[in-house]
């Protein structure tokens, strides 16, 4: 009696804290996509390694399409002393034609060795993109697992590396601006892109890349169950006021990024850009409507 007593005490507590961590099965809300003999399955489907190695690269995906939420993917990369051209994505991605598509990306590019991981995030709107960023991490992420998250709600799209902002892409469609509209499924992805790290191809030698990935909850709004207007409700509490902007904590820590780590922003390569900068970027400048105030 007491036994049993004791066992669905640690059972209601270990779902306690299951729900508090995200720490649920992948295959609730996540299917393999590709290179499914690279992933595996581990504590009890809590966790999954992503392995990349001369054969095949992997990628997993949400079943359902979002059309607001606050995203995220605890994430360990490869880490190794050469692991430059491989790429670890987490990402959010609607399935129209690349030419049309939207997508918000995290990228994590490899290093040779020696340098630094770099961390690469992404804009795509109706299939245009160009809107990379670059910094260095303050910290090894292949050292230890990090929340990587994204919100995404009708006043503005948030990177965040735990609780730090890095990237903050307003909803400026009033200015003419794209934003995201179209629903998308979240990925997860270990390949390899000769782009990735200043043209070193990869090393096969250094294989296999492994990666691992955690928290597979979800808060987000499927359209499939309701009309979008509704997912842009405030029945969802990612659309609430208090995210419409960062408050004074962190927009200070986002400052702080922005100045000791990014090390390329698009709205500041002129080259790129000879007949004017992408107008997200001027109004961003002028940094006004940042506190919601006029423009
Ligand atoms: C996700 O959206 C795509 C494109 O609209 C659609 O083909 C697919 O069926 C959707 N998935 C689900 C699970 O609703
Ligand atoms: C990296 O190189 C060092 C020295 O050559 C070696 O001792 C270490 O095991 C290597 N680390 C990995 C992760 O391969
Ligand atoms: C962006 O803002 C406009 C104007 O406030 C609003 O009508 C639209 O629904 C928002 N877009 C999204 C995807 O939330
Ligand atoms: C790959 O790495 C190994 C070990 O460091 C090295 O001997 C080899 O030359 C490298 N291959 C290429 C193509 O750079
Ligand atoms: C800002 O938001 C964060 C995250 O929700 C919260 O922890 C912090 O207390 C807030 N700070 C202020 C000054 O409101």
């Known amino acids: ?8 005490f640690f059972l209601l507590l270990g779902e306690i804290f299951a729900a508090e961590n995200d720490d649920i099965a992948f295959d609730k809300k996540y299917e393999f996509i590709w290179g499914n003999d690279h992933i595996l399955s581990l504590n009890q489907g809590r966790e999954l390694q992503l392995t990349l190695d001369n054969r095949s690269g992997c990628k997993f995906a ?18 190794n002393n050469n692991t430059a051209g491989v790429v670890t994505s987490f990402y959010l991605m609607s399935k129209a034609s690349a030419s049309q598509h939207d997508e918000l990306d995290f990228e994590f590019l490899g290093n040779i060795e020696g340098q630094q991981i770099t961390l690469q995030t992404n804009v795509f709107v ?21 929340d990587y998250k994204i919100i995404w709600n009708p006043h ?3 990177f965040f590396i735990d609780d730090t902002p890095i990237r903050v892409f307003k909803n400026y469609t009033n200015y003419g601006v794209p934003y995201p509209t179209q629903p998308m499924r979240i990925e997860a992805a270990l390949w390899t892109a000769d782009w990735a790290t200043f043209g070193h191809k990869i090393n096969w030698t250094y294989a296999p890349f ?21 997912c842009y409700s405030s029945n969802h509490w990612w659309n609430n006021m208090e995210y419409w902007n960062l408050n004074s904590t962190q927009q200070k ?15 500041d390569d002129k080259a790129k850009y000879p007949s004017g900068l992408p107008r997200e970027c001027v109004i961003q400048k002028n940094g006004r409507l940042h506190n919601g105030q006029k423009y």
């Open 1 to 8: 009696m007491a036994f049993s007593v004791i066992s669905v």
């Open 62 to 79: 949400s079943y359902l399409n979002y059309s607001s939420g606050f995203f995220h993917m605890r994430m360990k990369i490869p880490g």
């Open 210 to 230: 492994v990666a691992h990935c955690q928290g597979f909850d979800i808060s987000g709004c499927s359209a499939q169950n309701s009309d979008v207007e509704e």
């Open 253 to 267: 820590a986002y400052e702080n990024v922005r100045k000791k780590y990014m090390n390329y922003d698009y709205c």
């Open 156 to 158: 503005q799209v948030v």
């Open 126 to 146: 109706n299939g245009v993109g160009d809107r990379e960023q670059r910094i260095n991490l303050w910290f090894d992420p292949a050292g230890n697992f990090h």
